[in-house]
Structure formats: C-alpha cells, structure tokens
C-alpha cells in the first residue's frame, strides 16, 4: 500500500516547467519499476530467516497455498517430493520456505525447482498487476499509458532473474568495474552486460561505471561503446557526472549553475571508506569526461558496425525453473566473437541451447589477437585495442615497442609517448576519414592519466588483467586524496594522413575554450602541440597529392579466431595438459582469469569469493557447493603463487561423496594407476591414495584421502628448477 500510494503521489506530480503531470509527461522514456532490486536473486540465495515474523509468516502461507493448488494436500507433496522435514504439513501451512542454494543438496531436487518457480511467480505477478495500475494514470495512447517499462535492472548473471525481467518492454543490465590494472590484457569480457542481450527486445544499460584512481580508466568508456555498438543496444547510461564539490568551499555547496572553468580548477574526488560512491562522480575528471565523451560520439553516430549474424542461445524451463541455471547462461566468448542474443523458452524441455543447433561456446581462452567482427581488435597478448572503421580510428592500451599501428586505409598514429594512451580520432561529419569525399572535420582525442598534486597511494594490492579491488579496500590505500591543480601524464602523438592536408588543429581545454591552433600547411604529418587538451578538432581545407604512411611496428596477421591458447604459463611445460577436475580451470592460468573463468561458467555453485592476497605474497579463491566431481558439491579452494601461477587446488566438504573405494576407481579411469596407495580395512582408518602426472621438469601430485568419513582431494604443482 505504501509503495503503491508513493506511486500515486509521483505520477500525479506536476512538472512546474511543462505544467503536465509526470503520469502524461512525454520527456519521460522510460519507467523502472525497481531499480537493482535483485529480489529472485537474494532471496533464493539468503532466504527469509532473518525477515520479520509477520512478513515470513505471510509468505510461507503463499508458498504452502502455491503447493496446494499443485499437489492437492500432503499425501500428493509427498508422493512428488519423496519426503517432507518432521512437523511440514500442508494442511497446517507449516510447510517451510525454500530450499534456499545452499541448502539444494539437503533435499530433493524437486522441492528447489518448485521453489524457485514460486518465487518466480510472486515477483512477475506483482510486476504485471504494478504496471497496470500505473497505466491507468494517464488516458490511452498518453504518457505512462505508452512508455516502455523495465521491470528491474539486473547485475549478477542468473537465467530465473533474467526470465522474470524479459516480460519487460525493455531489457536492463547494468555492472561497475573496479579495479587498479587494465583489463585488456585478458581475453575481452565485461562481466554482466556481455551475457544478457535479449532477443527481439530494445537492451540499455541504466548505469555502468569505473572508479577512480585506476590509471588506465580511460579504456573502459571505449570498451563499453564497442560491445554496445556490435551488440546493437539502444541506450548506455553513466552513473554519475554528479556536482562539482569541494571539501571546504561554499561556492560549490549552493544549488547553481557551476561555470565550466570552475570544473578545470577542482581538485579530483576520491573514494573514502565511507563514501566509495566519490570516485565515480566524472563532473571534474578530465580523463572519464573525455573519453565518455568520445565513447558517446561513437555510439551515437553508430561509428562501429553491429554484429552481422549474432548467435541465439535459447534458454528452456530446465534451467528457468531450477537452481541449474542461478549463476546464468555464460555465452561471452559468443558475444565477442559474432554476437549474441537471448531467448527464454518457458515451455521447452531442455536446458540451454543454440537456436540453430551448433555446439554451445566452448571454455577455451580466446586467441590474441582476437577479432570482433571486421573492425575491432583485441590484441590482449600485448594488452591493447584497435577500433578500425572508415569513420573511426582508435588505438587503446600499452604502447611499449608496439608503435607505430597502421590503420586499413593507410592512417597511422605513432610517437605516443606515455606507457598507456586511449587515442582516437574521428569524423565529425559523417563523412570517411579518407578518400574522394574524405571528411574535412575530425575530431582527436588522446588520454593517459590524472591525478591530484600530491595524491598518493599504496598499489601493492593492485591485481593483473584488471582484477577486482572493491572501492572501500581502494578507499583505505589511499594515503593523501592531494589537492588542486590536477596534474596531467600530457601525451603527444603524430597521425600520419595517406593524403597532405592543409588546415588548421585547435585544442580546446576542459571547459571547451579553444586555448591553441596550429597551422598545417600541404603536410601529411599532424603533431600534437605541448600541452594537454580535452580534445582537439582538426579543420581541413584542402586536400593535396597522396603520401607514404608508416607500417605497423609489431606486424599482426589477424584472421578467425581459433581456440589456440595464447595465455599458457611458459614456466611449466605443457601446463595445460595437467589434469584439472574443474573443466573451466587449467594450470596455466593467473588468479584474475581463472576467476572470471569460474564465475562466467555455467557449473552450479552457491558463491565464489573476491581473489584474497594472503600473506606470502600469494593469492585464493574460494567457491562453495560447487558441483564437479563425484555427483556431489564441494568446496573449491585455488592457490596461487606471488607470481600468479596457479598452484594447489583442492576440494573437500563433499555432503554426497561416494565410497572412498568407487571415489578411487573414477580418479584411476582418469589419471591412471595410483602412485601410491594406504588403504586400511577398518573403519574410520586414514586412507590415502596418490597419482602423479609429470610433464618436462613439472609434476602435478593428485591426494585422495579420507578420514572419519571426511574426503578431500587435493592438487599441487611442482617445477624442479
């Protein structure tokens, strides 16, 4: 009643500027009817142990009234079921909520299915009957009668919560990327958004974002605007630009219109552990401000092509209505490679498949470089990437002896001196960049870093290939948040033209105030002046006779992409043949990866933990109730080294272990005859089986051992020097 009568309030509400009702207002696009509610998510995952009686209460009665229409009474459940806890009846309404995940394995997977598709039912029914009493504000065809609804932006991969969302108008995802290292030296994901782009529907993101202080920030508003573009979303929303503030100055405290030369004289804002939200307020970043900017341009202007064909992956009711598909339906290596779509079939009797039939994506790391259609490169061996349109140029991530990059049509850029740059330049009208009709208005923008005069921070507990840091752990680093002025890493470059040009390049500042220009005149050759500028607009008058360009320092033969790995550990021979009882998971892989590897995976566990650096300079993963071995769920702990390089792996806490005996034979049909082997005859004895596998000058030693009932298998891998 309360959230129904605050909608009432709302839609009624007038505009004081359009004097129309909110309920009527036609600047509105879109409504939400929550925003990151994640309710199907949290409450399959937590439960409503600690809800309030009243509330628990009520729902149980639901769910009990939901098994009554279903089975009829207790003999019905029962006969479904297999079994009921003491004191669950039907008829008392005492039968109790869940399971819950973590208790999937406690009961039969009957009961988990038919719970998940309660709860499934309680948050579409309330969707449906919420956006009707909200059309019913506004006359037909007006306002609130006809905006599209999303139901509820998601940001955890789960097919149930993306089910329930696609009976939306519009299709919502949304995530925030916190790290202190780049991710284009990893093959290219972003977890969340490059999973969920549903079929035959408009797909937005309502907001994304990267925090500050992360040097290489400037990539990722580029990296957004390419996948947005290839997978032909409608809408990217950043949350947030936010007000200029500044500890201590009453100017910026008044609600005004700030000046934008106020905006380039702020100091930049850091996260604090109270306030992690501040390191993604861009109002006074010149990094994010321009490369958004940028990124903005080339969506909007559609610069870089959708995919041609991308692939349909059909989702069906075994993995809808069922804990077999909570952690999602993990296609993105489909995504970067052709494209990708969503469909939910809610009648089919299968789990997840390919639309026209083709093997599902395979768990092997992308090639580098890896091609994304005809125009993007993600050439993460060397962590960088190219964006290669007629309109469009763009050259992002490390530079070190991997310059100069020859574009297709002849541009080249070179002399970009800083370890890390995010150049582009682009066509401002329309117009190629290059040939009979060639554009005569480009646009450059080049970026590296800022930060605060004298800001300063401990990265000892920056992670490789972008690995997570949360905000508030970043927040705590942070020794001195520094102060005015910014302090710029100034880039210069040199964009070499296939044709001499004569015309002028203007640099303009952070409020947009042209502060420089530089004549060219019958030159092939633009150098950036010194200085750094926000962007810079070249205005070309005249063309002249055709010029040589530079070849690519590092030459690349991109073609289709292969399922070669290119991320295997030199160190250890033939790593990726050491066994691994986790089919996502090899030897090879560093802390980062292997990470993204599980959680972007469709094997069933209950939670995976952030990567934890331990004391030794090393780092863990740990994921609970993760099904792989034995038919029974088990804790999964990884170990790497200071170096990244995966090390020990084990598993234990198995609930539905079998026999130590049938446990051995399965591991001897894959590993072969047993090392070694301690079996006793008498119960509760301590038994231990061993294996070993050895590759060149690397052993990997395989543990079986059992101890009152207690099984653990581990792992550990070994290099003689």
């Known amino acids: 009643k309360v959230r129904y009568k ?75 079921w297999g079994k009921l806890d003491d004191g669950e009846s039907l008829a008392k309404n005492s039968v109790k909520l869940g399971p819950i995940i973590g208790e999937r394995t406690k009961y039969p997977e009957i009961r988990g299915n038919d719970y998940v598709t309660f709860n499934i039912g309680l948050i579409r029914d309330f969707n449906e009957k919420f956006v009707a009493y909200c059309r019913g504000f506004a006359p037909k065809g007006v306002g609130i009668n006809v905006v599209p609804f999303v139901h509820d932006t998601y940001y955890r991969n789960c097919v149930p919560w993306g089910y329930v969302d ?81 500890e201590g100055d009453a100017r910026f405290m008044k609600a005004q219109r700030i000046p934008d030369e106020l905006f380039t004289i702020a100091p930049m804002r850091y996260m604090t552990k109270f306030s992690p939200d501040s390191a993604i307020c861009h109002s006074n970043d010149p990094i994010m401000s321009a490369s958004m900017a940028t990124a903005g341009h080339i969506f909007r202007h559609n610069l870089l092509a959708p995919a041609e064909k991308p692939k349909v992956y059909v989702v069906g009711k075994r993995d809808i209505f069922s804990y077999n598909g909570f952690n999602g339906a993990m296609i993105n290596k489909s995504t970067f490679r052709e494209g990708s779509r969503i469909k939910f079939d809610d009648k089919g009797d299968f789990g997840f498949k390919t639309e026209d039939g ?32 007629p309109t469009l140029k763009a050259y992002v991530g490390e530079t070190k002896n991997l310059l100069p990059w020859r574009f297709k049509d002849g541009i080249a850029i070179s002399n970009l001196n800083q370890p890390f740059v995010a ?13 009979e009709n060639a554009s005569r208005r480009l646009l450059i923008s080049v970026l590296s870093d800022a930060r605060n005069f004298g800001f300063d921070m401990d990265w000892s507990i920056a992670l490789p290939g972008g690995g997570f840091v949360g905000p ?126 599980l959680r972007e995976s469709t094997l069933l566990f209950s939670n995976i933990a952030p990567i934890k650096r331990l004391d030794d300079g090393g780092t863990q993963i740990i994921v609970n109730e993760l099904e792989v071995l034995f038919g029974s769920p088990a804790t999964l702990e990884l170990r790497f080294d200071m170096h990244h390089r995966m090390r020990r792996l084990s598993l234990s806490n198995f609930p539905k272990a079998p026999s130590f005996e049938s446990s051995v034979a399965a591991l001897t049909k894959v590993l072969g005859k047993p090392f070694s082997s301690d079996v006793k005859p008498e119960a509760f004895a301590h038994n231990k089986v061993v294996w070993k596998q050895q590759h060149g000058n690397s052993v990997l030693t395989v543990t079986l051992s059992e101890f009152q009932a207690y099984m653990s298998l581990v792992a550990e891998l070994k290099t003689e020097k």
């Open 6 to 80: 605050h909608t009432e309030n709302f839609l009624n509400h007038v505009n004081p500027y359009t004097k129309k009702r909110y309920a009527e207002e036609e600047a509105i696009a879109v409504f939400e009817v929550y925003n990151e509610n994640g309710y199907l998510k949290w409450s399959l995952e937590q439960g409503y142990a600690k809800w309030p009686a009243y509330f628990r209460n009520k729902l149980q009665k639901l769910w009990n009234e939901y098994l009554k229409k279903k089975y009829t009474d207790d003999s019905g459940l029962l006969a479904a």
């Open 166 to 246: 696609s009976f939306g108008d519009v299709n919502s995802f949304g995530m925030y990327q916190s790290t202190l290292t780049s991710s284009l030296s990893i093959p290219p994901s972003l977890y969340i958004v490059d999973n969920n782009t549903l079929a035959d529907k408009p797909n937005m993101i309502y907001e994304i974002n990267t925090h500050r202080p992360m040097p290489t920030r400037a990539e990722f508003p580029y990296r957004v605007a390419a996948l947005a573009s290839y997978q032909d979303w409608d809408a990217v929303f950043w949350h947030y630009g936010d007000e200029l503030t500044a």
């Open 358 to 389: 083709s093997p599902l994506p395979g768990n092997l790391p992308a090639p580098s470089p890896f091609l994304t259609g005809k125009e993007q490169i993600y050439d993460w061996a060397n962590s960088r990437m190219m964006l290669d349109t």
């Open 423 to 435: 150049w582009s330049v682009s066509s401002d009208d329309g117009k190629a960049l290059t040939g």
């Open 472 to 597: 508030r752990i970043q927040a705590e680093k942070i020794r001195n948040k520094g102060r005015a002025p910014v302090v710029y890493n100034e880039v210069g470059f040199t964009l070499y033209l296939p044709r001499k040009i004569s015309g002028t390049l203007r640099s303009y500042d952070f409020a947009l105030r042209e502060f420089a220009t530089q004549k060219i005149t019958n030159s092939a050759e633009i150098t950036a002046p010194n200085g750094h500028a926000f962007c810079y607009r070249l205005d070309i008058d005249s063309f002249g006779e055709a010029s040589a360009t530079p070849a690519s320092a590092v030459p690349q033969k991109v073609k289709a992409n292969s399922t070669t790995s290119n991320n295997s550990d030199k160190t250890i021979v033939n790593a990726e043949q050491f066994w691994s009882p986790v089919s996502v998971i090899n030897w090879s892989l560093d802390s980062e990866t292997a990470h993204r590897y």
